[in-house]
């Protein structure tokens, strides 16, 4: 998941995002799992 968004978006802005999109990405992946409940 890092490298993805490192790599994205340029090195330094990159890593400014990275807690961001690692959010979102748990919170899609946890709803996703509750909606197949």
Not at 4 to 10: T, W
Request: proline residues 3%; aromatic residues 16%.
């Amino acid at each position: 998941m890092h490298s993805i968004v490192v790599n994205q978006i340029n090195n330094k802005s990159g890593q400014a995002y990275f807690p961001f999109m690692y959010a979102l990405f748990i919170f899609i992946l946890i709803n996703n799992l509750i909606g197949m409940v």
